[in-house]
């Protein structure tokens, strides 16, 4: 059994430029994030930081 150890850095799942444009498109057309986190299996957050532009390129958002 694995145990948490503080002093590891955590690895946080990749998530490249596609996944960011994937998930801004399926906002656009109105999807609610905890369905669009479920079908890629992240966390709702990672999803709504997308959308405020904390993660991914900002600058990308008004291409959709």
Known sequence: ???YDPKKER???PM???TYRF???RLALGEMQHDIAAELGI???R???VNTGKR???SQL???
Do not use: F, T, Y
């Open 16 to 18: 490249c430029e596609a």
């Open 1 to 3: 059994m694995k145990h």
């Open 43 to 45: 966390n709702q957050g």
């Open 56 to 58: 991914g390129d900002p």
């Open 23 to 25: 998930i801004r498109e």
């Open 62 to 64: 008004s291409l959709i």
């Open 11 to 13: 690895v946080r799942a």
């Open 47 to 49: 999803v709504s930081e």
